[in-house]
Nanobody
Framework: VQLQASGGGLVQPGGSPRLSCAAS????????MGWYRQAPGKQRELVAV???????NYPDSVKGRFTISRANAKNTVYLQMNMLKPDDTAVYYC?????????WGKGTQVTVSS
């Protein structure tokens, strides 16, 4: 499984960018996809996950502001981010779980600054 993330960049506080992650390869085996982020000096943390059945989960830090969705026909998962804060500044990573295998895409930088 290969994951290609896009989106991000420099965003003003309160902005609403959308990240995309396209999966290729053995996509039939994927049952969970998600987004994680890592800020400078901090550990990588979960941002959002979605199962093949459409169930989602978010940490309190982004709940109500971020929405993860999945377009199975396009093998793509999206992360809609709203009301961004400077604390959301991080490298965002796409993630996929296929059985016992975990796959990561290259990160995409999101910087929230005026």
């Amino acid at each position: 499984v290969q994951l290609q993330a896009s989106g991000g960049g420099l965003v003003q506080p309160g902005g609403s960018p959308r990240l995309s992650c396209a999966a290729s390869g053995s996509i039939f085996s994927i049952n969970v996809m998600g987004w994680y982020r890592q800020a400078p000096g901090k550990q990588r943390e979960l941002v959002a996950v979605i199962t093949s059945g459409g169930s989602t989960n978010y940490p309190d830090s982004v709940k109500g502001r971020f929405t993860i969705s999945r377009a199975n026909a396009k093998n793509t998962v999206y992360l809609q981010m709203n009301m961004l804060k400077p604390d959301d500044t991080a490298v965002y990573y796409c993630n996929a779980v296929a059985g016992s295998q975990i796959y990561w895409g290259k990160g995409t930088q999101v910087t929230v600054s005026s």
